[in-house]
T-cell receptor, first 117, second 108 residues
C-alpha cells in the first residue's frame, strides 16, 4: 500500500476564489488520480495526473477549471478555480499500486472537504 | 443503464446476521473487480479484490458472475464495526468506475 496525505483537510471558500489541494505520497508512484465525491454520490474521476506532461481529463472536466500539476512521482496538486457552490464536494487523491497485489489497486488520500459559500 | 449499479440501501441488520450485497456492471469486457469500504466522512479503503473463482477473507466472501455481469459481497456474523458504505469498483482498460455504494448499518 501507500501512505497518502492531503492538504488542506477541509476549507470554506468564497465563490469566485480558487483553492489548491496538495497530495503527497510516501513512495514513488506512476499513476496518480484526482476524484470528486459529491454528497450522496459516488466517486467521479476528474483527471489522471501525469508526471512531466499535461493531465488527462475525463469528460465534463477541463484544465481551466481544474488545473493539475505533477512535478514528480510523489506529489501532485489540484486547483479548483473560480469556485461556485456547485464545487462543494470532497476531493480525493489516489494512487495506483502494484506491489503486494495481483492486480493494480487504488489507494486513497484522506480527502479535502470543500465548502463554497 | 449505469456502468455500475448498486442498491444504495440502507441495509439495517442485527449483529450476527449474514448480509449480502450485489453489484451489476454493464460492460461485459470489464476486467477486474473490487469491493471498497468507506466509513462516514472517510476515504474509501480497499476491502478485497474479486476473483472469478470467488474468494474469502475471514467473514467476507466475494463472488463474480460474468455470465450475469454481477459481483457480490457476503458478510457473515456481522459486527457493529462493519457499519459502513460498501463500494463496488469495476476496472475496464484502466478506467475505474465506482458504484454509488451500499450503506450497511449493523444494529446491536
Amino acid at each position: 500500500s501507500a501512505v497518502i496525505s492531503q492538504k488542506p483537510s477541509r476549507d470554506i471558500c468564497q465563490r469566485g476564489t480558487s483553492l489548491t489541494i496538495q497530495c503527497q505520497v510516501d513512495s514513488q508512484v506512476t499513476m496518480m488520480f484526482w476524484y470528486r465525491q459529491q454528497p450522496g454520490q459516488s466517486l467521479t474521476l476528474i483527471a489522471t495526473a501525469n508526471q512531466g506532461s499535461e493531465a488527462t481529463y475525463e469528460s465534463g472536466f477541463v484544465i481551466d477549471k481544474f488545473p493539475i500539476s505533477r512535478p514528480n512521482l510523489t506529489f501532485s496538486t489540484l486547483t479548483v478555480s473560480n469556485m461556485s457552490p456547485e464545487d462543494s464536494s470532497i476531493y480525493l487523491c489516489s494512487v495506483e499500486v502494484l506491489a503486494g497485489a495481483p492486480e493494480k489497486t487504488q489507494y486513497f488520500g484522506p480527502g479535502t472537504r470543500l465548502l463554497v459559500l | 443503464r449505469k456502468e455500475v449499479e448498486q442498491d444504495p440501501g440502507p441495509f439495517n441488520v442485527p449483529e450476527g446476521a449474514t448480509v449480502a450485497f450485489n453489484c451489476t456492471y454493464s460492460n461485459s469486457a470489464s476486467q477486474s473487480f473490487f469491493w471498497y469500504r468507506q466509513d462516514c466522512r472517510k476515504e474509501p479503503k480497499l476491502l478485497m479484490s474479486v476473483y472469478s473463482s470467488g474468494n474469502e477473507d475471514g467473514r467476507f466472501t466475494a463472488q463474480l458472475n460474468r455470465a450475469s455481469q454481477y459481483i457480490s459481497l457476503l458478510i457473515r456474523d456481522s459486527k457493529l464495526s462493519d457499519s459502513a458504505t460498501y463500494l463496488c469498483v469495476v476496472n475496464l482498460y484502466q478506467k475505474v468506475t465506482f458504484g454509488i455504494g451500499t450503506k450497511l448499518q449493523v444494529i446491536p
